[in-house]
């Protein structure tokens, strides 16, 4: 079982292991870029394609146009 820690202990821990000096800017940065990143990497041809072909199928408001 972990060891308990003190909140100013947990908070020491959190700062070392994930903040590392770096701002809270920096951080969210960060994981905006990785979230862009896997983003990017599932916009294939075929992805894409798939949403061309429905926005032709459908108004402004989403309706099938059928």
Do not use: H
Request: proline share 5%; aromatic share 10%.
């Amino acid at each position: 079982m972990p060891k308990k820690m003190s909140f100013d202990e947990a908070k020491a821990k959190w700062l070392k292991d994930v903040v590392r000096g770096r701002s809270w800017t920096q951080m969210m940065d960060d994981r905006d870029a990785e979230i862009d990143a896997k983003v990017r990497a599932l916009m294939t041809p075929e992805y894409l394609a798939i949403w061309r072909r429905a926005a032709k199928e459908t108004d402004p408001e989403g309706n099938y146009k059928g």
